[in-house]
């Protein structure tokens, strides 16, 4: 019997992966994005999985704009938790699974050692503590949801997103042949999109609940990061580390906040790639992109 998928933010740089990851493993897979579904409704939120009959949701939809959020703390809550809430309801309704993907920034960064899944939650900020009553939500009304946590998503889809990646943002700033200031002292677990996307589509495979963690695998801070970028994009542009101290957010950061995979590789789940290896894939895949692009025109 086929498997029957549904995603939330189906057009972002984790939702496109996602779905190809689905459809390649044979799941009636359809996508939602924000103009499709309004995710904050959540009578459209319970017909969008009832009426494609989901076996499991995923969400992927966020309001991840950290600094706008401690503006906009109750879009953020609507967005992150509520809607969250929404889909909880809707799979109980359905008899479906939820994956509910979270992040990294529920932790305050203060213990300096890639955090555990039993590790406690200390969100700093209006943006962290949306994510972490997302996670609430879905555990509150289900009793087999699958939260997923992650780290620093970059994906070759982030070229088409209004914000873009961190590897993006780094290639526009080499562009701008200006010295490029990158925090040193910030230390997280940079994911690859589509490995995230395989990882979960596992997770699910294997019936697992609850929480984990699936990050990039090695902590790095996002000046050392930057680095491996320009090495792995042949170039050279001048790269200067600077401190927090320096690069005042509004919004609180945790400053390490790397992800252990510990639990996910118990399972026998793969280890994530070293990261100048996963850099040159998306390189790779960023460049077929590109010429796909060029040859539709």
Same mark, same amino acid.
């Given at each position: 019997m086929t498997r029957r998928a549904v995603v939330f933010g189906a057009a972002g740089q984790l939702g496109v992966e996602l779905m190809r990851e689905l459809q390649s493993r044979g799941y009636a897979t359809i996508g939602f994005d924000r103009g499709d579904v309004d995710i904050t409704d959540g009578a459209a939120v319970e017909a969008a999985v009832a009426g494609h009959e989901a076996d499991v949701v995923f969400n992927c939809a966020a309001y991840n704009q950290v600094d706008v959020a401690e503006r906009e703390p109750v879009a953020a809550f609507q967005i992150n938790a509520l809607a969250v809430r929404h889909m909880a309801l809707a799979c109980r309704q359905a008899d479906a699974r939820l994956v509910q993907f979270s992040t990294d920034y529920v932790f305050d960064g203060f213990a300096h050692y890639p955090y555990a899944e039993d590790d406690h939650p200390h969100p700093l900020s209006a943006y962290a503590v949306s994510k972490l009553a997302g996670e609430l939500y879905a555990r509150a009304y289900l009793d087999n949801a699958l939260i997923v946590r992650t780290s620093g998503v970059y994906g070759p889809g982030g070229r088409n997103t209004a914000r873009g990646n961190f590897v993006e943002i780094m290639l526009r700033m080499a562009a701008s042949q200006q010295p490029i200031r990158v925090v040193q002292d910030h230390v997280?677990? +940079?994911?690859?999109? +589509?490995?995230?996307?395989?990882?979960?589509?596992?997770?699910?495979?294997r019936g697992q609940t609850g929480v984990f963690h699936i990050g990039g695998g090695v902590p790095i801070s996002w000046f050392q990061f930057a680095r491996l970028i320009f090495q792995a994009a042949g170039m050279d542009p001048l790269v200067l580390a600077t401190s927090h101290r320096e690069y005042r957010t509004v919004a609180r950061r945790p400053q390490y906040s790397a992800l252990s995979n510990a639990k996910m590789e118990r399972l026998g789940l793969e280890p994530m790639p070293p990261m100048a290896t996963v850099l040159e894939e998306y390189f790779a895949e960023r460049a077929r992109s590109a010429g796909a692009t060029s040859l539709a025109r």
């Open positions: 997280a677990s +940079p994911t690859f999109a +589509p490995l995230l996307a395989a990882r979960a589509a596992d997770l699910v495979e």
